[in-house]
């Protein structure tokens, strides 16, 4: 199968906003604007809104998330052996970029106080923002935990590493970490979720567990179990069975040992993807469908099958025929 690349004259799906009655929209952590809504997953759980002065890439970008937000909760669900409350998603300038690099945000991590999401727009890339969906919703997930914590944090960005990889690779912490002096930051935790040299620290120790096969599903859980107390040694001690005083000592031997150093935040090559629910066969040709088998295809080892990928196919309606995942 020949790449195929996003077609860049697609254009967003007309809203009749006069069709359904539109919710009312949540309080948001920091949008202040109009919040046109947009549409409701399948599954009832994720609401989503756009910023209307965003025009047809900002459409486009909230569509995508619309039609992927599904696929994104049933991994985050299979991570934290958890079901998923509801959740409501805006799509603006957050911080004024339209890049997908002003992050996301929301208030709480649970699926009470944390509901309202907002995701940076991303023209012309919607992975990123199925990505930055993630990185608040799997916080929602730790259930009142590890918020604002350097573990959360980088716990937060392996998932979405995860569920769509690649998307923010521009975020990477674990390099910055490596050349400031690799600090210790496995024996105490951070109480900040902003300093890239702890964060930088628990992703590149994440990595260097999965390299051990450890999932990330058990990773997340023991995390989650720990809580705020937890620290990064105390998580190796428990999924290995070795003391906890060996974590730092093991893991700084690993990172030296490392043939070209940390040049990423998945410098052991742990990352393993996690099961994604199978695509449709014949279904729709919906981005939702496209990344589920490119997921799968990514697991499988097929390097064509990227995301990239799947959201030309889906753009151009190719996804109607897609293959039956093996």
Not at 36 to 61: H, K, M, W
Not at 73 to 87: C, E, K, P, R
Not at 127 to 154: K, V
């Amino acid at each position: 199968m020949s790449r195929l690349q996003p077609t860049p004259a697609r254009k967003p799906k007309t809203i009749d906003l006069a069709a359904a009655p539109s919710p009312s929209p949540p309080a948001w952590p920091s949008y202040t604007g109009v919040s046109q809504y947009v549409g409701t997953s399948s599954n009832g759980r994720v609401a989503v809104f756009v910023d209307p002065t965003l025009g047809d890439p900002g459409l486009l970008n909230v569509q995508d998330l619309l039609a992927d937000a599904d696929r994104v909760v049933a991994l985050n669900d299979q991570i934290f052996g958890t079901s998923s409350g509801s959740v409501q998603v805006i799509v603006f300038a957050l911080g004024g970029q339209t890049d997908g690099t002003g992050g996301a945000d929301h208030m709480g991590c649970d699926y009470v106080s944390g509901a309202a999401i907002e995701v940076c727009a991303s023209f012309g890339q919607s992975a990123r923002c199925s990505a930055l969906f993630e990185a608040e919703l799997s916080e929602c997930a730790m259930n009142g935990n590890l918020c604002g914590l350097s573990t959360g944090e980088a716990l937060s960005r392996w998932c979405t590493m995860a569920t769509n990889p690649g998307a923010l690779s521009d975020f990477a912490s674990a390099p910055t970490w490596a050349a400031d002096g690799m600090p210790n930051f496995v024996d105490t935790t951070d109480p900040t979720d902003q300093n890239y040299d702890s964060i930088g620290c628990g992703m590149a120790f994440l990595s260097w567990l999965q390299s051990m096969k450890q999932g990330l599903s058990t990773i997340a859980q023991e995390m989650v179990k720990l809580g705020n107390s937890g620290t990064l040694a105390m998580l190796y001690a428990a999924l290995t069975g070795d003391a906890s005083s060996n974590a730092w000592t093991k893991f700084r031997a690993a990172i030296q040992a490392l043939q070209f150093g940390v040049t990423s935040d998945d410098p052991f090559a742990g990352a393993s993807p996690v099961p994604v629910p199978a695509p449709t066969p014949g279904g729709p040709a919906t981005l939702a469908n496209a990344q589920a088998w490119a997921s799968a295809g990514i697991a499988t080892g097929d390097p064509l099958q990227t995301i990239e990928t799947a959201q030309g196919l889906a753009s151009q309606g190719l996804a109607q025929n897609w293959p039956t995942s093996s």
